[in-house]
Structure formats: structure tokens, C-alpha cells
T-cell receptor
Framework: GIQVEQSPPDLILQEGANSTLRCNFSDSVNNLQWFHQNPWGQLINLFY???GTKQNGRLSATTVATERYSLLYISSSQTTDSGVYFC????????????FGIGTKLQVIP | KAGVTQTPRYLIKTRGQQVTLSCSPI?????VSWYQQTPGQGLQFLFE???????NKGNFPGRFSGRQFSNSRSEMNVSTLELGDSALYLC??????????????FGQGTRLTVV
């Protein structure tokens, strides 16, 4: 099945700083989503972005499907951005199983 | 419109017991998928249901099973609980497409502790 790698695994930022999270995937995909998992465990949808670029406030994401990677940008980070960010995709081939990256644990300090 | 609803939110069970978790998808969504999250293994796909039929399954033992009802609500069951089954169980709903191909929305999860 498809392999999903996220980097960095851990990130500590000063409030107000910018950051880029990366997701590499090993095969062609029809689907790519970014989620933020809050301290209570819920996965919050950030972007559904199988290709192209999207922006939502301080967050934006870009997926280059032909090169098999996606980037999540967080600008002017706030303490509420803390948590774990997951890249999630699915194998477009025979397996068609949803695969999660290991996540990037972000801590924003005041 | 209401999001994905999972019940109960927390459960404590004893080894050897069985447990049933429930997931109500977003209104109009017909696909429901289930996931297990543990500190050691991360988030792993359990299975996916559409139109009351299981259409995909992850690599979990037969003790893990599920079903979907005609109103798209889904339940998952774990029999003969083991300590290692302690985890956060998440369900997600999507319109109709396979969970691997379409945008999915997650519930708040059920945190199961096996003692």
C-alpha cells in the first residue's frame, strides 16, 4: 500500500512565527486531506486538496500530485494552533485504503 | 448541519468483555469508515461501510467487526477485549465515494480503556 511520510515529527514555534509542514506520499493518489487533531482527539478538517493550492485565513496548503508531496503553511502562529497535524491520503490503486502519516506535533509557545 | 456523532465518548471495560461503539454520519452521507488510534501504532484504518455492506477492511483480527444500518448509522464491535485494544476509536463519514478517494469528516471519537 501507499506510504505517507510527514516532516518534521516535532516542531516548537514562538507565537507569531511561520512554519511549513511537509507530506510525501509514495504513489498516485486521488485524495489528500490535512487535519488538525485537537487536545480532545477530534480531527478537524483543514483542507481537502488532492492537487493545487488553497488558502483559509492564516493557513494554506499546496499539493503537487505529480511530484507526490503536499505542504501545509501556517503563518503568524498562535497558541491555539498547537496540536498534531495529520496528512491523510488513499491508495488510488487496488487497495484503496486510507493511510495516515505519523503526524507533526506542533507546540506554539507564547 | 450536525456533524458526525459518536457514542459513547468514554468507556471502561474489562479484559474478555465485548464492546459496541456507535457512529451516526452527517445527514446525507452514506459511507462510514472506522479507525483506531494508539500511541504506538498511530491512526490505522479498520473498515469501511457503504449501503450496509463492508467494502474495505484493514489488517485487524476478526474480533473487530462492524455493520451499517439502512439509515447509514454504523456500529463497530470488539469481542474478547485485550489490554492492547485500549485506544481512541474514530469514525468518519463521506458522501458516497470510497474513504480513500473523497473528503471525510470525523467524529469526536470514543476513548476505550480496557483494564
Amino acid at each position: 500500500g501507499i506510504q505517507v511520510e510527514q516532516s518534521p515529527p516535532d516542531l516548537i514555534l514562538q507565537e507569531g512565527a511561520n512554519s511549513t509542514l511537509r507530506c510525501n506520499f509514495s504513489d498516485s493518489v486521488n485524495n489528500l486531506q490535512w487535519f488538525h487533531q485537537n487536545p480532545w482527539g477530534q480531527l478537524i478538517n483543514l483542507f481537502y486538496i488532492p492537487s493545487g493550492t488553497k488558502q483559509n485565513g492564516r493557513l494554506s496548503a499546496t499539493t503537487v500530485a505529480t511530484e507526490r508531496y503536499s505542504l501545509l503553511y501556517i503563518s503568524s502562529s498562535q497558541t491555539t494552533d498547537s496540536g498534531v497535524y495529520f496528512c491523510v491520503t488513499g491508495d488510488s490503486g487496488g487497495y484503496q485504503k486510507v493511510t495516515f502519516g505519523i503526524g507533526t506535533k506542533l507546540q506554539v509557545i507564547p | 448541519k450536525a456533524g458526525v456523532t459518536q457514542t459513547p465518548r468514554y468507556l471502561i471495560k474489562t479484559r474478555g468483555q465485548q464492546v459496541t461503539l456507535s457512529c451516526s454520519p452527517i445527514s446525507g452521507h452514506r459511507s462510514v469508515s472506522w479507525y483506531q488510534q494508539t500511541p504506538g501504532q498511530g491512526l490505522q484504518f479498520l473498515f469501511e461501510y457503504f449501503s450496509e455492506t463492508q467494502r474495505n477492511k484493514g489488517n485487524f483480527p476478526g474480533r473487530f467487526s462492524g455493520r451499517q444500518f439502512s439509515n447509514s448509522r454504523s456500529e463497530m464491535n470488539v469481542s474478547t477485549l485485550e489490554l492492547g485494544d485500549s485506544a481512541l476509536y474514530l469514525c468518519a463519514s463521506s458522501l458516497e465515494g470510497r474513504a480513500a478517494d473523497t473528503e471525510a469528516f470525523f467524529g469526536q471519537g470514543t476513548r476505550l480503556t480496557v483494564v
